[in-house]
């Protein structure tokens, strides 16, 4: 059965950064694409970043490049997220997700998601 699992959720300050994990159980996670998205409050899932397989190419929401950093580790069957200079408005739950396939900002593209950890960041 396919898992991802994200952690590294919780409350921090503007300014301040936080870590996420996606652990995935997946047969042959090296040859899944990986991207995160999110959804706060009122609105439609946002689309945030996403690694290719091999983990060279890379690609970011507009509000969060520069800031956010998207990596993975296929030796251990992880994707990250490393997010920097956060803004009340990065507050949302965070989600993971996965295709063998397909890669980009469209939801649709992911066969696979997380049940998401929650980012909240205080002005």
């Known amino acids: 059965q396919v898992q991802l699992v994200e952690s590294g959720g919780g409350q921090v300050q503007a300014g301040g950064s936080l870590g996420l994990s996606c652990a995935a159980s997946l047969s042959s996670f090296e040859t899944y694409n990986m991207g995160w998205f999110r959804r706060a409050p009122g609105k439609e899932r946002e689309f945030v970043a996403a690694v290719h397989w091999d983990g060279v190419a890379r690609n970011y929401g507009d509000s969060v490049k520069g800031r956010f950093t998207i990596s993975r580790d296929n030796a251990k069957s992880v994707a990250y997220l490393q997010m920097n200079n956060l803004k009340p408005e990065d507050t949302a739950v965070y989600y993971c997700?996965?295709?063998?396939?397909?890669?980009?900002?469209?939801?649709?593209?992911?066969?696979?998601w997380g049940r998401g950890t929650q980012v909240t960041v205080s002005s």
């Open positions: 997700a996965a295709d063998r396939l397909r890669i980009g900002r469209n939801p649709d593209y992911y066969s696979y």
